[in-house]
């Protein structure tokens, strides 16, 4: 069974800084998406970012990146000129590219917040 | 309305009595799920449907019972809870068998059982 851990309980940036959130999981296959989500106080769970793990590149959405390490099993997630919105928990998940195993799996999460 | 909408946003009830929680889907996506998060804890999938198939029940208990009448709506139907049934109860929807098979998260229902 794949397993995604979040070692970061908590983090903090200054606003208008860098911060990176870490994520790491363990599986066997070789074909699989990692997703960043953000959830902030109003509970919506927004997609912040995908990446299919046949890709070397690193995924960028604007702001979002994120530092994929296939090999180490480490997908971290970098939010550049941090804005007061940002504050939110961050959750990193897996899904198998095996047809019919939707099933996403969470890490705990991480709470963001953002000092003005 | 867009995207995937959740009612009600708050629910109390007692252990003995019956509710329902209702997902729509306004994304055209044939597949839907229902997850629960609870504090300090990962989020649970609990079922998936496929084209209004049940696909996957994730060893909830009976007391939680799904229906997806059509690709658009899921319901949870709820009798018996204990408290330890409080937590948000999230419902997503997705593309299967696409691509791009991405979640699409509802904003969730705060359910406290007394």
């Known amino acids: 069974a794949q397993t995604v851990t979040q070692s970061q309980p908590e983090m903090s940036v200054q606003e208008a800084e860098t911060v990176t959130l870490s994520c790491t999981y363990d599986?066997?296959?070789?074909?699989?998406?990692l997703f960043w989500y953000k959830q902030p106080p109003s509970r919506q769970m927004i997609l912040v970012i995908r990446q299919e793990a046949y890709k070397q590149q690193n995924a960028t959405e604007n702001r979002f990146s994120v530092n994929f390490q296939k090999a180490a099993k480490s997908f971290s997630l970098k939010i550049s000129d941090s804005q007061l919105g940002d504050a939110a928990m961050y959750f990193c998940a897996y899904r198998s590219e095996d047809f019919g195993n939707e099933k996403l799996t969470f890490g705990t999460g991480t709470r963001l917040t953002i000092i003005p | 309305e867009t995207g995937v909408t959740q009612t009600p946003r708050h629910l109390v009830m007692g252990m003995t009595n019956k509710k329902s929680l209702k997902c729509e889907q306004h994304?055209?996506?044939?597949?839907m799920y229902w997850y629960k998060q609870s504090a300090k804890k990962p989020l649970e999938l609990m079922f998936v449907?496929?084209?209004?198939?049940?696909?996957e029940n994730n060893s909830v208990p009976s007391r939680f019972s799904p229906e997806c009448p059509n690709s658009s709506h899921l319901f949870l139907h709820l009798h018996t809870l204990q408290p330890e049934d409080s937590a948000l109860y999230l419902c997503?929807?997705?593309?299967?068998?696409?691509?791009?098979?991405?979640?699409?998260f509802g904003p969730g229902t705060r359910l406290t059982v007394l």
């Open positions: 997503a929807s997705s593309q299967w068998d696409s691509d791009t098979d991405t979640q699409y």
């Open positions: 994304l055209g996506h044939n597949a």
């Open positions: 599986t066997s296959e070789s074909d699989y998406y």
């Open positions: 449907y496929n084209f209004k198939e049940q696909t």
